[in-house]
Nanobody
Framework: QVQLVESGGGLVQAGGSLRLSCVASGRTFSSYGMGWFRQAPGKEREFVAAISWNSGTTYYADSVKGRFTVSRDNAKTTVYLQMNSLKPEDTAVYYC?????????????????WGQGTQVTVSS
């Protein structure tokens, strides 16, 4: 079992930056792959970025590639999402998720644990 607590959301102007954090507690954080997803009102939850537990390999949605960076600090049991060059279409509730096992990193159904979400609003 793992618990996830997100922070760092807020209001930012287009072109600005924001860094989200997700602190995990529970068993063996380093053995979990971690993902970030987002959901805007009336839209489906979509994949943003992920990082594997073993090699640290990262994965990104095409819409954020080159602007967002996912990283993890296993000693602090924390995963980060650095968001640069933010656009209004990035506005959503952002969720971190953990997987002990799974298939595609981009599929929400492949994650076993989810945080509460944090609101990111990008104004034009």
């Amino acid at each position: 079992q793992v618990q996830l607590v997100e922070s760092g959301g807020g209001l930012v102007q287009a072109g600005g930056s924001l860094r989200l954090s997700c602190v995990a507690s529970g068993r063996t954080f380093s053995s979990y792959g971690m993902g970030w997803f987002r959901q805007a009102p009336g839209k489906e939850r979509e994949f943003v970025a992920a990082i594997s537990w073993n090699s640290g390999t990262t994965y990104y949605a095409d819409s954020v590639k080159g602007r967002f960076t996912v990283s993890r600090d296993n000693a602090k049991t924390t995963v980060y999402l650095q968001m640069n060059s933010l656009k209004p279409e990035d506005t959503a509730v952002y969720y971190c998720a953990a997987r002990y096992y799974g298939g595609s990193y981009s599929s929400p159904g492949e994650y076993q644990h989810w945080g509460q979400g944090t609101q990111v609003t990008v104004s034009s």
